[in-house]
Nanobody
Framework: QVQLVESGGGLVQPGGSLRLSCMSS????????KGWYRQAPGKQRELVAT??????NYADSVKGRFTISTDSAKNTVYLQMDSLKPEDTAVYYC?????????WGQGTQVTVSS
């Protein structure tokens, strides 16, 4: 059974930074593309960033502020979030996908407020 465990969410002031972590169990880390999604209250879940091999993609709303990275030795994918804005407030989920199989983390709350 594959599990994705997220950490690093919290409350931060506008302009601040947070780093989210998502650690995977099992031996799937290098076989799957990784991504971060978020869901704000009353809105649909949306893609934030993805990383597959050497390719990374970002939503326009976070380009230049967020960075996705991986550490295969720790089976962990990170999302570094800088210059946070109130509109970044959401529950953030990590996602591993390969062909028609995907896994989701439990979600971690990020709140940007003064």
């Amino acid at each position: 059974q594959v599990q994705l465990v997220e950490s690093g969410g919290g409350l931060v002031q506008p302009g601040g930074s947070l780093r989210l972590s998502c650690m995977s169990s099992g031996s799937i880390f290098n076989l799957y593309s990784k991504g971060w999604y978020r869901q704000a209250p009353g809105k649909q879940r949306e893609l934030v960033a993805t990383k597959g091999g050497l390719t990374t993609n970002y939503a326009d709303s976070v380009k230049g502020r967020f960075t996705i990275s991986t550490d295969s030795a720790k089976n962990t994918v990170y999302l570094q979030m800088d210059s946070l804005k109130p509109e970044d407030t959401a529950v953030y989920y990590c996602n591993f996908v390969r062909r028609d199989t995907q896994y989701w983390g439990q979600g971690t709350q990020v709140t940007v407020s003064s």
